[in-house]
């Protein structure tokens, strides 16, 4: 039976990515050796490397402007510190719009000042706070794009006279926006981009180097773009996973095709949230998510019904997170439409059966 994976991370890869990536476990590049074994040296995967980091700049619509993008380890969760060692010198300003942010706040909250000047605690983290003013005399403002857990997004990039830091780990190429107006952005790939084990960082150089304290070289982003991402060995295997799918994102016309397919899928799932009796959505509708759409059961006492009838389809990952519980269908860019329909006419099932 097909499988329908929308499991919000390590998520769902593009099927032609699979088979690419499978045979070069088994031979890359006709060397006779595995993808896994070579050695990051080899000439043949520095230009894996060169070729990741340009076509990242490429698809956010970077190039000419000043930005290095780099593939390093740790997560995004490492980022939440790197991002403070190497901009934060006194005070910086956040948005708290979910869990990844509030972790991010407590761990840049070592190294100085955090104010938190937006939030969406209040209401369970269900909306994003709007019409917010960022102050211009911090030294920085960092939100969450995407908010995978609850299952809301900003739809546009706050005003800022200051830089501005995003991490976007769940909705990385996935729409359009004016990625200039951000000045770092970081995202873990196993979301929206590759497997886990690599993190994309796109820094504007120009951000860098003016903060007085020592920064470690293994989290100085000055260090690993001397080194042009290859400071210490990389993630090898995840750094070329993710340049095939970058590559088959350019090849079905980049982010600005994609932006088209993923409104389809969410506004087909969204519909019958809001059409079947059955469900509710939890997010703010205007509010709500292109990659994650969370949701739950207006009778809890008929989970049983329906967990039996989406996982009899095929369906894999659809359970909420731990945290809030409920239901989360992650529709990221290699989640195929036809998924998204087998989904839609389990719900409708459902409401046949109820």
Known sequence: MKKHNFSAGPSILPQPVIHQSAQAILDF??????????????????????????????????????????????GASMQFLSVAYNLLEKRAVYADT????ANAIKEARFLGDIDIISSSKDQNYNYIPKDIVVPQDADYFHFTSNNTI???QFKEVPSSEIPVVCDMSSDIFSREIDYSKIDLIYAGAQKNMGPAGTTLVVVKESILGKVSRAIPNILNY???????????????????VSLL?????KQLGGVAAIEKINKEKASLLYHEIDRNPLFKGFA???DRSLMNATFNLTNEGQKDIFDTLWKEAGISGLN?????????????????LESVKVL???????????
């Not at 990389?234 to 750094?239: D, L, N, S």
């Not at 839609?344 to 109820?354: N, T």
């Open 29 to 74: 590049e006709n060397m006779g050796l595995s993808i896994m074994e070579i050695s990051h040296r080899d000439k043949k995967f520095v230009a894996v490397m060169e070729q990741a980091r340009s076509l990242a700049i490429e698809l956010l619509g970077l190039e000419g402007k000043g930005y290095q993008a780099l593939f390093l380890q740790g």
């Open 98 to 101: 979910g869990t990844w942010s």
């Open 150 to 152: 609850f299952g809301t």
């Open 222 to 240: 000055q260090s690993h773009i001397a080194k042009e991402s290859m400071y210490h060995t990389p993630a090898v295997f995840a750094v070329y």
């Open 245 to 249: 799918t970058m590559e088959w994102l």
């Open 284 to 286: 703010a509708t205007e």
């Open 320 to 336: 909420g997170h731990r945290s809030v519980g409920g239901y989360r269908a992650s529709i990221y860019n290699a989640m195929p």
């Open 344 to 354: 839609v006419d389990v719900m409708k099932e459902f409401e046949r059966k109820a």
